[in-house]
């Protein structure tokens, strides 16, 4: 089984006209990336995320799927 990723593993950049992923410093090929905001409110403190779709690498056409808590960079699903 694959070990899990942890914040530290994954940084990006989204300033660009094409965003940027980078896992253990390595650059991969992004599908597409989505932001997602959840307002506060008085049961939750509200969120803040990122999700990516990538292929696995070049020679490979499998998806993957990445989600990152802007606030915490906690990786949330993988």
């Given at each position: 089984?694959?070990?899990?990723?942890?914040?530290?593993?994954?940084?990006?950049?989204?300033?660009?006209?094409?965003?940027?992923?980078?896992i253990?410093?390595?650059?991969?090929?992004?599908?597409?990336?989505?932001?997602?905001?959840?307002?506060?409110?008085?049961?939750?403190?509200?969120?803040?995320?990122?999700?990516?779709?990538?292929?696995?690498?070049k020679?490979?056409?499998?998806?993957?799927?990445?989600?990152?808590?802007?606030?915490?960079g906690?990786?949330?699903?993988?």
């Amino acid at each position: 089984m694959e070990k899990l990723l942890e914040k530290q593993d994954v940084t990006f950049d989204s300033n660009g006209k094409v965003p940027r992923l980078y896992i253990k410093g390595q650059e991969v090929n992004v599908v597409a990336m989505t932001n997602y905001y959840v307002t506060s409110h008085d049961r939750s403190s509200g969120l803040s995320s990122v999700t990516f779709v990538y292929l696995v690498s070049k020679d490979n056409p499998e998806e993957k799927v990445l989600s990152i808590d802007r606030i915490t960079g906690e990786v949330l699903n993988q």
